[in-house]
Nanobody, 122 residues
Framework: VQLQASGGGLVQAGGSLRLSCAAS????????MGWFRQAPGKERDFVAA????????YYTDSVKGRFTISRDNAKNTVYLQMNSLKPEDTAVYYC????????????????WGQGTQVTVSS
């Protein structure tokens, strides 16, 4: 399975971006998906996750009410809609698939995309 993240860019505080993560290869093996982010000099942090059905979603507290994770299984794509962006959201965003256990721990995920840079200016 390969994951390709896209949609990052430079945006002013208060703006919006939508990230996409397209899966290819053995997509039938994909189940739950997540987004993580990593700022320079910091650890990779959980942002959001979604179950295979899309019925269950999970968010870190700092993005609740601003970010929305969704998926389109027909397109093998997961999205992260980011609204009301803040400078502290600046990071490289990674999509990941198939957590073995906890959604919140990056080491639990089997598949990873290459990352897309999100920069929010103040």
């Amino acid at each position: 399975v390969q994951l390709q993240a896209s949609g990052g860019g430079l945006v002013q505080a208060g703006g919006s971006l939508r990230l996409s993560c397209a899966a290819s290869g053995r997509t039938f093996s994909i189940n739950d998906m997540g987004w993580f982010r990593q700022a320079p000099g910091k650890e990779r942090d959980f942002v959001a996750a979604i179950s295979w059905s899309g019925h269950s979603t999970y968010y870190t507290d700092s993005v609740k009410g601003r970010f929305t994770i969704s998926r389109d299984n027909a397109k093998n794509t997961v999205y992260l809609q980011m609204n009301s962006l803040k400078p502290e959201d600046t990071a490289v965003y990674y999509c990941a698939g198939n957590p073995n256990g906890s959604y919140y721990t990056w080491t639990e995920y089997r598949y990873w995309g290459q990352g897309t840079q999100v920069t929010v200016s103040s």
